[in-house]
């Protein structure tokens, strides 16, 4: 629904690109994206990042347990500061996990435009076990 394309995912450097659709515009006449899409793809890359961290940390484990980790991941807070309107032909979503426990993992975000202005940043805490 998005367009996300994951770019890269690997432990230190988690980025997806999107590019605007008509269907995703909030305002037609300015051609902006809509704040629950930007949200929505912070949350995603947010949640990306985890997945690669949680790889990580079980690198040791076969890929179905692993996979079995995922399972249990959800949203369980998200916060999201929209600095500037989103306009702009495509964009990229980074995250990196400040935290990742037992139970709860934590994430920071970041949304840029094709000219690397600062859209939106986001902050979110994420179960994982």
Do not use: C, W
């Not at 994951?6 to 300015?30: K, N, Q, W």
């Amino acid at each position: 629904m998005l367009g996300l394309k994951i770019a890269r995912a690997v432990p230190g450097d988690v980025r997806a690109t999107f590019a605007i659709r008509p269907e995703l515009v909030g305002h037609a006449t300015y051609g902006r994206q809509r704040g629950g899409v930007l949200s929505a793809v912070l949350d995603a890359v947010g949640g990306l990042a985890l997945m690669v961290g949680i790889g990580e940390q079980h690198a040791n484990e076969n890929t179905l347990q692993v996979m079995q980790r995922f399972v249990k991941m959800a949203t369980s807070d998200l916060r999201v500061d929209h600095l500037r309107q989103g306009l702009g032909q495509h964009f990229v979503a980074t995250a990196e996990p400040t935290r990742l426990g037992s139970r709860i993992g934590n994430t920071q975000m970041r949304l840029v435009n094709d000219e690397g202005v600062l859209i939106a940043t986001g902050a979110a805490a994420y179960m994982v076990g």
